[in-house]
T-cell receptor, first 115, second 111 residues
Framework: NAGVTQTPKFQVLKTGQSMTLQCAQD?????MSWYRQDPGMGLRLIHY???????DQGEVPNGYNVSRSTTEDFPLRLLSAAPSQTSVYFCASSYTGGRGNSPLHFGNGTRLTVT | GQQVMQIPQYQHVQEGEDFTTYCNSSTTLSNIQWYKQRPGGHPVFLIQLVKSGEVKKQKRLTFQFGEAKKNSSLHITATQTTDVGTYFCAGPTSSASKIIFGSGTRLSIRP
């Protein structure tokens, strides 16, 4: 099994550009989520989904959009990149999310720099 | 909103010394999970605690869940260089729909 696959691994954007970070999992997990990691800030939840067709905001959703058209995929869209969005982004999935006891499986991360 | 705090933010120890990180939630948690992230890597699940007062051990690591289910700790006995990394606690929000993380404790070790 591939687990959670994130692409790209690295990305450099100019301010104002848009892009989509891809996340796919092959474990039939219902719950998928996006976190950003900044030095000293831990992992902050951007958006999450408890199943196909259902998405909701996390702690820091502004500037990001998500969709969940299939169980497997959960792309994160940056509408108009800003330097404040420079960060490492992790996608994570689990069977049940906060409603159960299943652990999160993380992708390898995308390191994004906005200039 | 609900918050999960971790202390200390950093810990630098001599190899062989013990290490402890503490996690505190502003609300009661149904369960708490611990993750380890090696430098340059992604968080990896270590363990989950569910019951009030629960204590679990993994070799040199001891995990505790507080009686009120609002705090937790991770203790490493006799640290080794392989323990280097950032340790995170995480728990579901009160609505149980999503999982939020503490700010993490970064452990570095002098050989």
């Amino acid at each position: 099994n591939a687990g959670v696959t994130q692409t790209p691994k690295f990305q450099v954007l100019k301010t104002g550009q848009s892009m989509t970070l891809q996340c796919a999992q092959d474990m039939n997990h219902e719950y998928m989520s996006w976190y950003r990691q900044d030095p000293g800030m831990g992992l902050r939840l951007i958006h999450y989904s408890v199943g196909a067709g259902i998405t909701d905001q996390g702690e820091v959703p502004n500037g990001y959009n998500v969709s969940r058209s299939t169980t497997e995929d959960f792309p994160l869209r940056l509408l108009s990149a800003a330097p404040s969005q420079t960060s490492v982004y992790f996608c994570a999935s689990s069977y049940t999310g906060g409603r159960g006891n299943s652990p999160l499986h993380f992708g390898n991360g995308t390191r994004l720099t906005v200039t | 909103g609900q918050q999960v705090m971790q202390i200390p933010q950093y810990q630098h120890v001599q190899e062989g010394e013990d290490f402890t990180t503490y996690c505190n939630s502003s609300t009661t948690l149904s369960n708490i999970q611990w993750y380890k992230q090696r430098p340059g890597g992604h968080p990896v699940f270590l363990i989950q605690l569910v019951k009030s007062g629960e204590v679990k051990k993994q070799k040199r690591l001891t995990f505790q869940f507080g009686e009120a289910k609002k705090n937790s700790s991770l203790h490493i006995t006799a640290t080794q260089t392989t323990d280097v990394g950032t340790y995170f606690c995480a728990g579901p929000t009160s609505s149980a729909s999503k999982i939020i993380f503490g700010s993490g404790t970064r452990l570095s070790i002098r050989p």
